[in-house]
């Protein structure tokens, strides 16, 4: 599975964003879908996960009640739509896939994305 994220940028404090992650070289609907985060000088760390089916989603402490994690298998591509962005959020989103059908919310992915950058102002 090869997984290109998009839609980062710069963003003032308070804002929202879209990152998109769009996967090809399988089948889409098998795989659990991830989001994580890494800022500078910090360990990657998870930010939201949603099931092969997209019925269950599940989201870290930090960002739940402001980020949601959706997919359109149709168009194989997962969605993390943050909302009331906070200088703290500033970091590189990488998606990651799991051949799975549980959500998982540790770092175990199988396959990673590149990173895309979002920066929060404040």
């Known amino acids: 599975v090869q997984l290109q994220a998009s839609g980062g940028g710069l963003v003032q404090a308070g804002g929202s964003l879209r990152l998109s992650c769009t996967a090809s070289?399988?089948?889409?609907?098998?795989?659990?879908m991830g989001w994580f985060r890494q800022a500078p000088g910090k360990d990657r760390e998870f930010v939201a996960a949603?099931?092969?089916?997209?019925?269950?989603?599940y989201a870290a402490n930090s960002v739940k009640g402001r980020f949601t994690i959706s997919r359109d298998n149709a168009k194989n591509t997962v969605y993390l739509q943050m909302n009331s962005l906070k200088p703290e959020d500033t970091a590189v989103y990488y998606c990651?896939?799991?051949?799975?059908?549980?959500?998982?919310?540790?770092?175990?992915?199988?396959?990673w994305g590149q990173g895309t950058l979002v920066t929060v102002s404040s």
């Open positions: 990651a896939a799991k051949y799975t059908r549980v959500v998982v919310t540790t770092i175990s992915y199988d396959y």
């Open positions: 070289g399988r089948t889409f609907s098998g795989y659990n």
């Open positions: 949603i099931t092969w089916s997209g019925g269950t989603t």
